[in-house]
């Protein structure tokens, strides 16, 4: 996952409620990896790097913050925008001004905003103020995301994601499959 730090708070709030989705998921096992994992002493550019080399889909956590990273956008955003992308989902942590800001490639992607029958138009996760509607963002987001992984498993000859079979989603069992994020 990749997101800019000084955007923390609406971070962890975000994913605190999007772990709450996934972890029942019956498509996938979910296992979510930030940097707070990052070992004291241990060369942290390279695990972040390790980490988003072998992840099988990059949440993108896009802000101002985030577009204004240097290091994301020289170690982290080219792996997942171009032509030879790695999957990536983008959402829409914060605002951004689709015309003045520099999306660095991403104005190229669809990025997640959340479309509720009370806003005129999309939200990004931190315009929507209400715990309600924060909870409908991430909601419509866990199942885009899933949309998005069935989809590329289903693009590709030789996926890297396992989803279950037909019998295996219909029979609760021990879950098998992972999706790195």
């Not at 029942?24 to 002493?41: F, H, I, Q, T």
Request: hydrophobic share 35%; glycine share 4%.
């Amino acid at each position: 996952m990749s997101y800019a730090h000084k955007n923390s708070k609406l971070v962890n709030d975000f994913l605190d409620r999007l772990t709450d989705v996934l972890t029942p998921s019956r498509l996938y096992d979910y296992s979510l990896w930030k940097d707070s994992a990052l070992v004291v002493g241990e060369n942290w550019n390279s695990q972040i790097l390790e980490a988003r080399e072998t992840c099988d889909i990059g949440l993108l956590l896009i802000s101002p913050a985030f577009l204004s990273s240097k290091f994301i956008c020289k170690a982290e955003l080219p792996h997942f925008v171009g032509s030879a992308r790695a999957h990536s989902f983008p959402v829409m942590l914060w605002p951004v001004d689709f015309v003045r800001h520099d999306l660095r490639g991403l104005e190229l992607l669809q990025i997640f905003r959340y479309q509720g029958p009370q806003f005129s138009e999309p939200r990004s996760y931190g315009e929507c103020k209400s715990s309600r509607s924060r909870e409908a963002f991430v909601l419509e987001a866990f199942r885009a995301i899933e949309t998005s992984i069935s989809n590329k498993r289903d693009q590709n000859s030789k996926p890297t994601i396992r989803g279950k079979t037909e019998q295996e989603q219909q029979v609760p069992t021990s879950p098998t499959d992972r999706s790195s994020l």
